[in-house]
């Protein structure tokens, strides 16, 4: 009988628990302003401007998006200058991106990325990108098509990366590959666009020499990096390829287009890659891509019922990726900067390399990468 009175008791103190955590926390969500993204600009030698976008839980409120800018010394005294100016105070639980801007980057942004990382209430899932001008102008801009930047931000950024058309920029991203030797870090490029600047896209990827920004490669090259950093599982991509290539399978009002390229899109890709370690001392790395896609759309009509035409065109893929990803390998190794990780697979490839930083970017500039392609079409489709 006492067993029974004890777990009905129990189970009332444990509900009465609930309850009252609940209504506490609802009173603490009440009195507190969420950061969603939060800015960082230069504004001299020494001070910082941050600016949040903060969400707030207040039916009265005309607005449920804050924004307060400040400057101090430190992120985190931007952070408690700005509460001297708010109703509530400002919490990092919820924080999803932050945006440094392009003339910060360039002068290194590892102190500030490390201060989130040691911050226990925010998650290594949040998002790192880069700003064409200043973070504030873009943060602090009204934009009609949609109310809270910090979501839409946060959203873009997300879709494209389970799109595969961005690599992944999280926290611990940068900070894994800030740590390793032999791999540099690579995040979102946003910028403002259109008559007004209502427009806020990735119009590239920022590339870094350990934590300084020293480049920026646009959205098509982007491609090819994650093509040898990454497995692709889903991706697409518009490719063009000689018009020749296919020249006698075309109609005649379609050869008197010129040297005009014909326009693919590829999509379901997939990929596999293998790197060989060819020569240590002047490094050569031979890169081979595996991929299989679906031939999604054409920009012109073409049969592709013959076997021989699927082969050309296979070829020809494989022949304009390879040209395009060297292309971007070289661009990489003029900056100095490897976000690929060949630096990584040269460490792993040669015992006792001892290998630094400095003495990898120094074998960086003169290796020879190689890239071979070869792709499988698994399905075709045509529109005219």
Known sequence: MKRRIGAAGLSLFISAT?????CAQQKILDKMGLSVVIGYDRVDKDRLLGTNVLHQFDPMASESVQIVASTAYTSKGTRDKSNLEMAKKAVSGQLRVTLYSEQLAKEGIINLVDT?????????RVFLAISKGRAHDILKHRYPEFGNIGTYMYQTISQNIEGESMISPTLHDFMHDYSSVGRDTILPY???????????VISGAALFQQDRMVGVIPTKEVFYVKLLRDRFQAGSIEISI????LGKYMKVSQKKRGNDPIFLVLDT???????????????QINTEIKITGRLQEVSEVVDL???EIIHKIEKAISQAMMNEGNKVIAKLQKLETDPIGFGEIYRSSVRHSNLTRDKWY?????AKLNLKVEMTLVRTGVIE
């Open 18 to 22: 609930l309850v009252i955590t609940g």
């Open 116 to 124: 989130l990382a040691r911050d226990p209430t925010i998650g290594a």
């Open 190 to 200: 946003l910028e403002q666009r259109g008559k007004e600047g209502n427009e806020l």
């Open 242 to 245: 000689p018009r020749e290539v």
């Open 269 to 283: 890709l997939s990929s596999s890659s293998t790197f060989k370690l060819v020569d240590k001392n002047r490094p």
């Open 305 to 307: 019922s013959k076997p």
């Open 362 to 366: 120094e074998m960086y500039r003169d």
